[in-house]
């Protein structure tokens, strides 16, 4: 099955500093690799997401980049704030609508 | 996205007990839900795939015996986790695909204390 490793586990940014999370894949099967921000006690959130067909997708202060041959995507959260700190979960889905998920990076942002 | 609810919000029972949850879509149809098991500090991991109208399909070392899904009807999914331990603490979260290309939106979780 499919296997996702995240990186770093944890992650301490200034406030407006940017934050960047890495996350690999191993089925390459997958086309379909989300990211949920996760606040204490509450489920996930879908932030954004992204297909293999497309390499970049910004959302305001989000980006997510896809690398389909070296099977890598990455998150990045620019001017970063303290509503940002959050354990944020990477995602990878091939055919079958099951997810895999990585093992979360907790972010802190100090003011 | 979609919105889903859970009930309750979180839930102590005593062991031996069987207790009940709820996953509720509010805003469409979902022929699929999803039961999520989360321990503190970990990530999310798959129990069990629901069908509405059909038997769960069960994760690989889930005892579907324990842990028994309805999936009643298309906006009511129920999770009974049966003669509960102090193992079975943890963090049960649902979810449901909605969406032109089929993304997961979740519940927002139920505590579950087994004493």
């Known amino acids: 099955g499919e296997n996702v490793e995240q990186h770093p586990s944890t992650l301490s940014v200034q406030e407006g500093d940017s934050a960047v999370i890495k996350c690999t894949y191993s089925?390459?099967?997958?086309?379909?690799f989300p990211w949920y921000k996760q606040e204490l006690g509450k489920g996930p959130q879908l932030i954004i997401d992204?297909?293999?067909?497309?390499g970049e997708k910004k959302d305001q202060r989000i980006a997510v980049t896809l690398n389909k041959t070296a099977k890598h995507f990455s998150l990045h959260i620019t001017e970063t704030q303290p509503e940002d700190s959050a354990v944020y979960f990477c995602a990878a889905r091939p055919y079958d609508y099951k997810l895999s998920f990585g093992a979360g990076t907790t972010v802190t942002v100090r003011a | 996205g979609a919105v889903v609810s859970q009930h309750p919000s979180w839930v102590i029972c005593k062991s031996g007990t069987s207790v009940k949850i709820e996953c509720r879509s509010l805003?469409?149809?979902?022929?699929?839900m999803f039961w999520y098991r989360q321990f503190p500090k970990q990530s999310l991991m798959l129990m069990a795939t629901s069908n509405e109208g059909s038997k769960a399909t069960y994760e690989q070392g889930v005892e579907k015996d324990k842990f028994l899904i309805n999936h009643a009807s298309l906006t009511l999914s129920t999770l009974t986790v049966t003669s509960a331990h102090p193992e079975d603490s943890s963090f049960y979260i649902c979810?449901?695909?909605?969406?032109?290309?089929?993304?997961?939106?979740f519940g927002p979780g139920t505590r579950l204390t087994v004493l």
């Open positions: 992204i297909r293999s067909n497309v």
């Open positions: 805003d469409f149809q979902a022929t699929t």
């Open positions: 089925d390459s099967a997958s086309n379909y």
């Open positions: 979810s449901v695909m909605w969406g032109s290309y089929n993304e997961q939106f």
